[in-house]
């Protein structure tokens, strides 16, 4: 007899459903598409993934879907919540994030102190050197046959073929 499965990885608290205590602008709205919003990030840092969406007087909006474009400008679009109507904003309205769903953008550029530099931040294995130190290099003559390697001595030249 089993005891039934244990879930994997830590259950999270759900998230509070109330309007947050700070909030901070992110962005302006730019145009309607589709069902969605296009909003232009005004603020230094990143915005989490379906993060909530508020105006300034703390009435949720919706959720952010997706961020694009250069980062340097970039822009993410709102999913709106239910009964809000995409074409109700104007353009160059404010829209505000709670300030705890922000992260800084050095923790997405590549050797930028603070973040934690992405994949492959350990100290590779190199080369090695193997057995006493020495490595797996190539001895005296450096493996090229016998007396290979072109002549470099006083003396006639043999084998030019030129037969003088």
């Not at 598409?33 to 703390?58: G, Q, S, W, Y």
């Amino acid at each position: 007899m089993g005891k039934g499965g244990k879930g994997k990885g830590k259950a999270r608290p759900p998230e509070p459903e109330g309007p947050p205590e700070e909030i901070e602008e992110l962005g302006e709205v730019m145009h309607p598409c589709e069902d969605e919003l296009v909003v232009k990030c005004t603020n230094t840092r990143v915005p989490h993934f379906n993060a909530r969406i508020f105006l300034e007087n703390k009435e949720e909006v919706g959720k952010l879907d997706d961020v694009f474009g250069p980062i340097n400008r970039f822009c993410f679009t709102l999913k709106p919540s239910e009964g809000i109507k995409v074409g109700s904003f104007k353009k160059g309205k404010k829209l505000f994030i709670d300030s705890m769903k922000l992260l800084p953008m050095s923790r997405f550029l590549p050797n930028a102190p603070g973040g934690k530099g992405g994949k492959g931040g350990g100290k590779g294995k190199g080369k090695g050197k193997g057995k006493d130190g020495k490595g797996k290099g190539k001895g005296k003559d450096k493996g090229k046959g016998k007396g290979g390697g072109k002549d470099k001595g006083k003396g006639k030249a043999k084998g030019t073929g030129r037969g003088f």
